[in-house]
């Protein structure tokens, strides 16, 4: 790529706007782009790359401080850019993102980036051309292909940072990997070779969930079955080793358990049926036990009662005094109740005291109050676990459903191979079928002809038999009627004989003597004839002669229709074959047969295609619905393992949020509960408080009236008073006791009793009692322990069906990760891969060697053959090998450090590294032409011989129709290189350019 015009206006400190010839300053190959550090020089090189792509050279800089701020806001920043490709020639205009002053009112405005494109046909052309686009993407993709690098392949082939390659020259192979990624693009490799691991990683986790898989299933076996850690140890090791011994294993533990589970059902039986005994004996105990009670029950009621007859009897004089007493007995009652209600709400708060921790019982109602809000804040921050633990539910009839569609998937899919695989037999038996069809159907146009011909012959044979019956008949007319005319022409012949006859007698009539005969002439008439009565006349002759050609006529009729009788029937006969009307009409009927035959093959053969299609056509569903099923299937299994995974996070967030308690619910109602056992505390307190006053008031009211109704104290009234519940009781108690005298009377004399014998023996009650209830016990026992084992069984056996389950995911799972597994390992250096580097290392060592090989060319160019650049694995202490560098010292045939070098044999070295960098870009760039470059620094720290040498070196850049630009503050350059872009900084710290060429 060759630059030929820039031009900068409003651009970094460049307030106005300047003008860059690159042709004229690049006439000689070589120019100076100097000036003080800070001035702008870099400016122009941000330019150069802002006009190309958009962004300035330096990546993490923001592309909006290009615009100056020297500037007058109003200007517009602008970059015009006329370079040359093996493309063509371009002009690109291109403005940043800016703000500028509102045209109306005050405050700003955003003016968005635009572009410009056009292509040139002389780089003179800066007004002119064929307009490309304005499209800033569109602008940018034609840029890009048509310089042929992207932006950090140009920021590191056209501008050459000599520190910074110094400085990569002598960096560890891990900064050297970021750069050589970064300008070659390499990226993508890595990305690749993470995908890939990650695919390994994910294959190996897969094979370790499954493994996981098996380990819990054999340790929720050993859990269910009750066995110990050392079998369970067994177990797993063999599901590890030989899954093919540990179903046998399996087996054994659940038939253990059956006989348990067997012999502990028998024991529950015997238990049922001793408690039942047991219990029999007991009732029938109790009961005569009960009646002799009851006998001495009512002896001793009877006793008891004669002892109270003198307490009855001073009870009535009590009830008659307590009557006296009843005016003070209101306020003296609502003393009590206060007093009542004052011990109540002691017992109250003590027991509200007790409900809470010892921690905080003794607190005052404030910090109290602080406490259950505490407790409440807990509750709040439950919610989430409570929705999740609400939701468990779900997910696990979710789980199973999945489950069932899996299951069902499967059934699908068996039932799919089941008429795939009986689908070729029928299609083989269609096709012979349609082999037959078309056999006969291609018969069909012969037993057509065939068909046609039997018919003609049975009708030729039918109007054969027909004809042959009509020949007798024709024959007998021809016969007759030849006779008819043989008979009318001997008829008329006697008539033209008498007609003769008759003749001469007219003749004679007409004769006269004298006269010449008209016959013979002769005049004399001796004899002359004499007409006849009978005579014939000529009328009679026609009239016969007509109707002999009538007979005549119909006798030919006759003849020919004879004739042409006999001839239909030989044509007939020919036609016939031969053949009479039966064996024709025989013969007609299989041509017919065979026919039909063919005409329904035909019909068979198009419904047998359509048929042995649509079976092939099912084939290919089948097929594709086997596919889709099998997806499918994969999908639903997929998606009960990711549901599995997240019920089991779910569990444990649950188990977490319960903190020891049976559910989050249980745990927050408890904390509910405590907070409002807190709150009846504080309520506790209080109402204390209000019924100790409450009884302050009303002894005050109870004293009054006693004094009032002559009451010395309290004591004097409490002795009279009696309340009318108890004058009440008290006389329904004098009642109670006189009906009771009379019921214990009529039970002592009752006949239920009259048999009980007081001194009968008795069984122990209380030991039959005891052994029933110890039945009872063993009873309960036996029946918990046989159930237990019935499930334990059942559960055992669900656990091994899930082994063997997780056992044949487990197998599947290595056959289907063993690819990617070992992919993984390759990609990452490890496994089979016995260079040990992953794939982006040796995609980077593969570029960085061509790196070196392109850098030995210029650099035994500038050392005269002296110095080669080495590749080396070695490390450096724990630093990873791969992009090492040594330096080959050909005098000495020693291979030094490059830190080794000096500062001149460091320039050249650095130098011959940057282009050859440039040089392999453009090279993996299609061969882009790199016919304009910047050497940015590297010139400050060289001393005048060692700057000659670069100067030398510099030159020599220039072979080949290169224009080296060197960025540079060092004066002792301005007296080497006479082209120079001096870049001038103004007082009002604005800056602007001056060249010379």
Known sequence: MQLHHLSMTAIGPYAGTEVIDFTTVGRAGLFLLEGPTGSGKSTIIDAVTFALYGKVAQASADVERIHSHHADPRTVPVVVLVFETQSGLYRVQRTPRFERPKSRGTGSTVQQPTIKLWRLQTPDDLTGGELLSTNIGDCDDEITRAVGLTRDQFVQTVILPQGEFATFLRARSEDKGKLLEKVFGTAFFRRVQDEIV????????????????????????????????ERRDVLETLSRTAPEVLDSELAQVVDELTTRERHAGKASREAIETHKQMADMVSDAKLRMQRRERLLALQQQEHDLGKQAVRFSELREEVSRAQQARPVAGAVRTLALSEAALKRAGAALAKARE?????????????????ASQAREVVGSLTGAIAVEAALGARLAEQRRLAERRDGIRRSVAAVNTELEALPATIRTHEAALTEARRLAALVDGRTVEGKRAKERLEAAAAHAAAAGRVQGCEAAAVEALSVVAAAETALAGLRRARIEGIAGELGLSLTAGDPCPVCGSTEHPSPAHPTIDAVTPEQIETEEARVVELRRRATVASDALASVRSEVRELAARADGLDVATARSRAEVAARDLAESVRARSDVEAGSTRLEELRGRVDALSAEAAALGAELARTEQSVTDLDARITEETAL???????????????????????????????????????????????ARDSDLAQFGFADVAEWMAADRGAEWISASTKEIDDFERACTQVRAGLTGPELADVQLDALFDDIDQLEALAVAAKKDMEAAAHEHGSLRDQVTRTKRRVSDIREALSRNAAVIAETADAVRVGQLVAGN???????????????????????????????????????????????????????????????????????????????????????????????????????????????????????????????????????????????????????EVLVRPDRTSTLRITA
């Open 198 to 229: 990650e695919a390994g990683r994910a294959a190996q986790a897969r094979r370790q969930s499954a493994v996981d898989e098996i380990r819990l299933a054999v340790h929720a076996l050993a859990v269910s079955a009750g066995l110990e850690t």
């Open 355 to 371: 409900q809470v921790g010892a921690a905080i019982r003794d607190r005052g109602p404030a910090a109290l109050r602080e406490a």
């Open 654 to 700: 649950v188990a977490q949020a319960r903190d020891g308690h049976p559910s989050v619910a249980a745990r927050r109602d408890d904390l509910v509960t405590a907070a409002g056992r807190i709150d009846a505390l504080v309520d506790a307190i209080t109402q204390r408080d209000v019924a100790a006053a409450a009884v302050a008031e009303d002894t005050a």
């Open 831 to 981: 496994g089979d891969n016995q260079l040990n580097l992953d794939l982006a290392k040796y995609v980077l060592i593969r570029r960085f060697t061509e790196v070196l090989s392109a850098a030995n060319t210029e650099l035994g160019r500038f050392s005269g053959g002296r110095y080669t650049l080495e590749h080396t694995d070695a490390k450096k202490g724990n630093a990873k090998s791969g992009l090492g560098v040594r330096v080959h010292d050909m005098h000495t045939n020693q291979v030094r450090e490059v830190g080794t070098l000096s500062g001149g044999e460091t320039f050249y070295v650095s130098l011959s590294l940057a282009l050859a960098l440039a040089e392999v870009v453009r090279a993996e760039s299609g061969g882009v032409d790199l016919g304009t470059l910047f050497v940015d620094e590297g010139f400050g720290t060289l001393d005048p011989d060692v700057l000659d040498d670069v100067m030398h070196t510099l030159e020599g850049l220039r072979e080949g129709g290169r224009t080296v630009g060197i960025v540079s503050h060092v004066t002792e350059l301005k007296s080497r290189v006479a082209d120079r872009i």
